[in-house]
């Protein structure tokens, strides 16, 4: 294709012949299938449904690969993944209804971590739409009233024509700062509809750019340079805009102690003089950037778990960096730049001064004792042997995704993710099953390294069915299940609060044997043999379980 003076495209003769006689055999799906394609997607995710299978009919006809699994929110989860590991749009194919609804709770956990995730779902035919009461199948009165609240934008698609701009429209939307999840519904009737529309080819859906004004990087540089006790709080915005390196360069210049956030793991060297690491639910943490007199904060809302449960006040002036609007000031006053956090972090980095503190690694060192002598006071040794069992099996560069379980809580804050972007949890929106299907997004995006999934036995029953989507595929995941007879951590909230528990305990599978029954080989592990187990499974192709019976307990909190 060339294009002329005023960027218009042109057709080939040969593209002119090909728009003017398309091939027979299509329909709306395919119009579905060809505009991913043409956007750049190579994967898709999702699950069949009545009103879906012209879409699912036309992946046959595609080069898109197809990862189906056996509930509708894990593949949500497997999606929302995938996004974030590649940091391309993620595709979710979903039927109406049931189908649709069941995501729900993948979509916000995306929306949370602002992963880029283009959920595509069927609707009841045109002539259903509206609001009335027509008795079909799945219908709902306003299918995406029920995703406008949690999804960056909705859009629905009335004609097959109107399916390339829709699609395109969405992908923009989920990959312009913040990224998130969008929504996409097309009635069964239009995707089934034979077409004789041209075959979509390549598609422009550039995202806009999101640059800080230059007014607030010369007034934050400013603060930052004439600061006496600089500080940065860093999160997920800085992983996401892959902004990791300038982040660096900046602490060092001006001597800024960084802590990094829950969502955030791996933004800054854990070993670095400067790390603070992510110890945010100890009051020695708090305390130290309570006294910081600048206190730059980047792709952080400073939400509840980033602000050791709102009982942070900060001291000083506050600078933000968010890509979300509606995260600028909404817990403490602040000079708010609204920018990606790779561009503000770029301009601040040349705009500040450098600045000499020879205190600042002393001061880091003074708190992190702190950390380690409360929770050593704590009787806590086997919770960090478990830990450092894990960190010790894992490879550096492998991704892991941890469910909502006692063993996650503990990684938010002690472990070592060693690269950016290779530790995620459901921490965003803080749903149960998350850890398994995630695991499976991340060994779709990249089969050739290992994947490890974290679970609490309770976590697990969410997404067991998803043994047989890494058994079908054959994807390098291990999945470690602590298995300790209940929702460990409501167990102690509940004791705690109310001196004993209720809905608690589980009765539980012989995960080892149902694994197996998958076909996917298993363990029973220890404490003592955790980490040689795990790194055997690690290293073995395909999917595999490793067991651990263990009860373990949280550190005492500090915001009580």
């Known amino acids: 294709m060339t294009h002329d003076h005023d960027d218009r495209p042109r057709l080939t003769p040969a593209q002119a012949e090909a728009a003017l006689n398309p091939p027979?055999?299509?329909?709306?799906?395919?119009?579905?299938?060809?505009?991913?394609?043409?956007?750049?997607?190579?994967?898709?995710?999702?699950?069949?449904?009545?009103?879906?299978?012209?879409?699912?009919?036309?992946?046959?006809?595609?080069?898109l690969t197809y990862?189906?699994?056996r509930v509708e929110n894990n593949a949500g989860f497997a999606a929302d993944a995938y996004g974030r590991i590649t940091g391309e749009v993620a595709p979710l194919l979903l039927s109406t209804g049931p189908g649709a609804l069941t995501s729900l709770a993948a979509l916000q956990e995306a929306a949370s971590a602002s992963a880029p995730v283009l959920a595509i779902s069927s609707q009841i035919p045109t002539a259903g739409l509206g609001g009335g009461r027509?008795?079909?199948?799945?219908?709902?009165?306003?299918?995406?009233?029920?995703?406008?609240?949690?999804?960056?934008s909705v859009h629905t698609v009335r004609t097959a024509s109107q399916i390339p701009s829709a699609i395109a429209a969405a992908w923009e939307s989920a990959l312009t700062a913040p990224h998130g999840p969008v929504w996409v519904e097309i009635p069964q009737d239009v995707l089934l509809a034979e077409t004789i529309l041209p075959v979509v080819t390549a598609m422009d859906a550039t995202p806009r750019e999101l640059f800080p004004r230059p007014e607030l990087t010369v007034a934050a540089a400013h603060l930052l340079s004439n600061a006496e006790r600089p500080a940065i709080i860093a999160g997920g915005g800085v992983v996401r805009s892959d902004a990791t390196g300038k982040l660096r360069a900046l602490a060092e210049k001006i001597n800024a102690p960084v802590v990094t956030t829950f969502g955030g793991k791996g933004a800054f060297p854990w070993e670095h003089p400067l790390s603070l690491r992510s110890w945010l639910e100890d009051r020695h943490t708090t305390d130290f950037l309570?006294?910081?007199?600048?206190l730059l904060v980047v792709g952080s809302g400073l939400g509840e778990l980033s602000s050791n449960y709102h009982t942070f006040r900060p001291g000083g002036r506050v600078i933000q960096i968010e890509a979300d609007a509606g995260k600028l000031e909404s817990n403490h006053p602040a000079l708010g730049i609204h920018s990606d956090a790779r561009e503000a972090l770029a301009d601040l980095l040349d705009a500040v001064e450098p600045r000499e503190d020879a205190t600042a690694a002393e001061r880091v060192r003074t708190v992190l004792e702190k950390v380690g002598a409360r929770i050593d006071a704590q009787d806590l040794a086997l919770e960090q042997q478990?830990?450092?069992?894990?960190?010790?099996?894992?490879?550096?560069?492998?991704p892991s995704f941890w469910d909502m379980t006692i063993l996650a809580y503990w990684a938010w804050s002690a472990?070592?993710?060693r690269h950016p972007n290779t530790m995620h949890s459901a921490q965003g929106a803080g749903g149960l099953g998350y850890g398994f299907p995630a695991a499976i997004g991340a060994a779709a995006a990249d089969p050739t390294r290992p994947v490890l999934a974290v679970s609490g036995d309770g976590g697990a029953m969410y997404s067991?069915?998803?043994?047989?989507?890494?058994?079908?595929?054959?994807?390098?995941?291990?999945?470690l299940i602590v298995d300790d007879g209940g929702y460990g951590i409501l167990r102690e909230y509940m004791t705690g609060a109310f001196g004993e528990a209720t809905g608690t305990e589980l009765s539980r599978p012989d995960f080892v044997a149902l694994a197996e029954s998958f076909g996917v080989p298993a363990v029973l592990t220890t404490p003592e043999s955790l980490t040689d187990d795990l790194g055997k499974a690690l290293a073995a192709p395909g999917p595999s379980v490793v067991v651990l019976p263990a009860l373990l307990r949280m550190f005492e909190p500090t915001h009580l």
């Open 464 to 479: 067991i069915a998803e043994l047989a989507t890494a058994r079908q595929y054959g994807l390098p995941i291990t999945w």
């Open 67 to 69: 990862i189906g699994l």
């Open 24 to 63: 027979p055999g299509r329909n709306g799906g395919d119009l579905v299938v060809e505009t991913l394609q043409g956007l750049g997607a190579t994967t898709v995710f999702g699950l069949p449904g009545q009103h879906a299978l012209g879409m699912f009919d036309a992946l046959r006809r595609s080069s």
């Open 290 to 294: 309570e006294s910081a007199d600048v």
């Open 415 to 417: 472990f070592d993710a």
């Open 134 to 152: 027509h008795g079909y199948l799945h219908e709902l009165r306003d299918q995406k009233a029920s995703f406008r609240d949690i999804v960056k």
């Open 386 to 398: 478990v830990l450092a069992s894990v960190r010790a099996a894992l490879p550096e560069t492998a």
